[in-house]
């Protein structure tokens, strides 16, 4: 059986996103090795207050857990995990043998809203109010510990790693991509399929952003993918 990398994705951690959920247990079930870290900022890991250390950090930290594994992986990432998938497997697609990506799509496509990100991390450091629901989660999930609210803010503000056509066509791994349709973040996630030279669209009907990992549809779509 294959060795599977988990990234959990923003204020989560690998226990909260794969232990939890029972996906951890599932996959030891099935023989499966499983690597599960915690993205920088999150969980155990290190959590520095400077947004420049995310912006390659992030993406190095998850490759340093494959330091002692030989060979390809596959991969399960969501939403701010998912992107870092992506932009490791296109820089060392070699690492990689299949993926599947949850709660991305559209919003790898549109411009770095920054106004926006600066407004959640405002309301993550408790300078003003989140106002919509998503908002709100994010900054709830934020700041319970053992997050730390400011290196949360640090993380959401980086300067990401380019991820555009170009990038996503160096993806040599087959990629599932899983999105609600009612996943205003993710959704629609044809142009991502799209861009990506070997990919098809796994859809969670009446699933939004928060609901994906949640629902039974993403880990099908994995357990499909790698067994």
Known sequence: MPTVLLVHGFASSAQLSWGRTGWRDVLLDLGCTVIAPDLLGHGSAPKPHSSAAYASGLENHVLDALTEV??????????MGGRALLVLAGRHPERFSRLVVGGVGANLFGAHDRSTAEQVAAAIRGEREAVDPISRAFRQAAITPPNDPVAMAACLLRDQPTLGPAE??????????????????????DELVSALPEARLHRLKGVDHLGTMKDFGFLDAALEAFT
């Not at 996503?168 to 996630?189: F, K, Y």
């Open 70 to 79: 030989d060979g390809p992986v596959d991969a399960v990432g969501f939403s």
């Open 168 to 189: 996503l066509a160096l993806v040599r791994a087959p990629v599932v991509v899983v999105a609600g349709d009612d996943d205003s973040i993710a959704w629609p996630a």
